[in-house]
């Protein structure tokens, strides 16, 4: 589970009931225009993924990698969502990861190697500076140095400090960027 760093009377009760602080994890965002003044060409390719013709099995060891298990029902959820834009990523001929935009929000993004979270974010960024919306966000995990130096980079702020609480280690929290405190 995902919580605000500042409900401490919260965490209280988590760790209590075996959930313990494992990662920070901070809401990044910017205005498209500052953003989109910063990007440069991106260093990997995006390709879109839809439901209909999406090869799931190419997600498999970018999840198993990024998180440790397959998230096929979020996959499909994501791709039957209206205002969610699925993409896979692609570093020459080989797909490294998958990423979500939704509304100029950035994730769910994972990738096979840590090497890759910050020209995937940059390409994310890239990407949903192209849309209409305002603002442009992300979570991305305080132990991912790359996602927050492209972040920051880029003129993104921190505007909202979370915590990954979980009753064991799980993940590479590196290389997987998620969605929203409810939906990881």
Same mark, same amino acid.
């Given at each position: 589970m995902i919580t605000f760093t500042? =409900? =401490?009377v919260s965490q209280g009760l988590y760790i209590r009931h075996g959930l313990f602080p494992r990662c920070p994890i901070y809401m990044v965002s910017a205005p498209r225009d500052r953003l989109a003044s910063r990007l440069? !060409?991106? &260093? /990997?390719? &995006? !390709?879109? /993924?839809a439901a209909a013709t999406a090869r799931f099995e190419d997600l498999v060891p970018i999840d198993i990698s990024a998180l440790g298990v397959y998230r096929a029902k979020h996959h499909r959820y994501l791709l039957g969502d209206s205002t969610t834009n699925g993409f896979t990523i692609h570093a020459g001929r080989e797909c490294v990861g998958y990423v979500y935009v939704s509304d100029g929000h950035i994730g769910p993004l994972a990738v096979r190697r840590q090497d890759l979270v910050g020209p995937a974010l940059a390409a994310a960024l890239s990407l949903a500076a192209r849309g209409g919306v305002p603002t442009i966000s992300a979570f991305v995990p305080g132990t991912s !140095?790359?996602?927050l130096k492209v972040a920051t980079d880029h003129g993104m702020h /921190?505007? /909202?400090?979370m915590l990954l609480m979980s009753n064991r280690q799980f993940g590479d929290w590196v290389s997987y960027l998620p969605r929203n405190p409810?939906?990881?």
């Open positions: 500042f =409900n =401490n440069a !060409e991106p &260093l /990997l390719r &995006l !390709e879109p /993924l !140095e790359p996602a /921190l505007t /909202l400090p409810g939906f990881m």
